[in-house]
């Protein structure tokens, strides 16, 4: 299976560039949101220490530019384009699957729906040229250094801590959306009772309002530890369609959070 051969590469090579710049695409964001916070941050989707993105978005770029590699101009805008497309697509994929925005640049001049904007686009075009020029080859020479027998073990292990760990936070995500429809809903039928209050004067609607509220504030504050992370990890994360709940989770859980 490793054996195979796509789009000029073994399939072996592809998948330890994979997992090899996710590795360094988790560090970089992890230092920096460290760094800008001034505490530690993991700053990941899934839980190990790898970003998905960037793993994907160098096989992207280690394949389809590799007949301009030699080209340092056609590299550059090659590699501002196939990452700005990249990352509008995640950020598309991420908010209509799981209905949140992961990131925002709409406050930056020439953005596009807030999922790209040109400044980050030129910033990854000269990262990309840099990694592709100076980091590539020797990624290269540690890949054929290592053992055929340990590296195919190795590609087990991860791929198959990828896939528990991909499981885990999706349905850590879906428990999340799940408890933040269920806290929506309670609080329209807080608004709705308010509202009947104000227009009726019937006995005993005060103790369902207090039992509503006290269900708000059980469910607001159940929060699992993973939930944690990701809110730590996106401290700019907001829900699409429920982001007064997601901000009150947010604030209510801030102690145990940051």
């Given at each position: 299976?490793?054996?195979h051969?796509f ?17 360094m ?10 760094w ?11 839980n ?17 530019l590799?007949?301009?590699?030699d ?11 196939l ?5 509008y ?13 992961w ?26 040229v ?6 590539h ?11 055929a ?20 936070t ?8 799940v ?24 006995e005993?609607?005060e ?18 530890s ?25 604030n ?7």
């Open positions: 299976m490793f054996n051969v789009f000029g590469f073994q399939f072996y090579d592809l998948l330890y560039y994979y997992f090899i710049y996710a590795c695409g988790w560090c970089i964001e992890s230092i920096y949101a460290s800008i916070d001034a505490r530690l941050v993991n700053r990941g989707f899934l190990g220490p790898v970003c998905p993105i960037y793993g994907f978005g160098a096989l992207i770029l280690i394949i389809v590799r007949p301009v590699m080209n340092i101009i056609l590299l550059f805008i090659g590699a501002v384009i990452t700005s497309i990249l990352e697509i995640t950020g598309f994929v991420l908010e209509k699957v799981f209905g949140h925005k990131w925002d640049y709409s406050n930056r001049p020439f953005n596009i729906q807030g999922r790209i904007c040109l400044r980050f686009s030129i910033y990854w075009g000269i990262v990309s840099l990694i592709l020029k100076i980091l080859p020797q990624v290269i020479d540690w890949i054929v250094r290592i053992p027998y340990y590296g195919i073990i190795g590609l087990f292990i991860l791929l198959t801590y990828s896939l528990v760990d991909f499981i885990l999706l349905s850590s995500l879906i428990k999340l959306n408890l933040i429809a269920q806290m929506h809903s309670i609080r329209l039928e807080i608004e709705a009772t308010m509202e009947h209050i104000k227009q009726t004067s019937l005993g609607i103790d369902t309002m207090d039992e509503l509220k006290e269900k708000y504030e059980t469910m607001s504050v159940k929060v699992t993973n939930h944690q992370r990701l809110l730590k990890a996106f401290p700019n994360l907001r829900s699409i369609h429920y982001d007064h709940i997601l901000q009150d989770i947010k209510r859980a801030h102690m145990s959070i940051f």
